[in-house]
């Protein structure tokens, strides 16, 4: 991705992180995957100042405990958080869903390819974008 800090991916379903991993691995992406099982494990990670600070957050929205949503609402309002960017990552194409993410002013919204062929350009896109993407500093 754009630089040598980790990507902080918050997904419950283990299959689906494996797949991340997969894609990471084979498009040769060198950074940390730091993986969350949920809102509230990605909040700790990130308030825990001996973490790095990612480069960018991948975001399911359907977890249990604390969903996406949620989380967005938390990170986009903490100073400290809330220039992070934030990549949903989901398999929910339900429209309110994606205005919601937006509304807390989510970076993009990607539907989870099935196939994994499409899975992996997905993700290879993802770390093109950021890849060449400036980021603001974030003082860590």
């Not at 992406?29 to 993986?35: A, C, M, R, S, Y």
């Not at 990670?45 to 399911?60: E, F, G, T």
């Not at 992070?84 to 429209?95: A, K, N």
Request: with cysteine.
């Amino acid at each position: 991705m754009q630089n040598l800090k980790p990507v902080l991916l918050v997904e419950d379903d283990r299959v689906d992180t494996m797949t991340v991993e997969r894609a990471f691995k084979d498009l040769k992406v060198t950074n940390q995957l730091v993986h969350t099982a949920n809102g509230e494990e990605a909040l700790e990670y990130l308030r825990n100042r001996s973490n790095k600070r990612p480069c960018v957050i991948l975001l399911d929205l359907n977890m249990p405990k604390m969903n996406g949503v949620e989380f967005l609402k938390i990170v986009k309002a903490d100073e400290s958080l809330m220039k992070i960017p934030v990549v949903v990552l989901t398999t929910s194409q339900e429209e309110q869903d994606v205005v919601e993410s937006f509304k807390f002013g989510v970076a993009g919204y990607i539907v989870k390819p099935v196939d994994y062929k499409k899975f992996v350009e997905a993700i290879k896109i993802i770390n093109l974008y950021w890849t060449l993407s400036e980021l603001p500093p974030n003082g860590r």
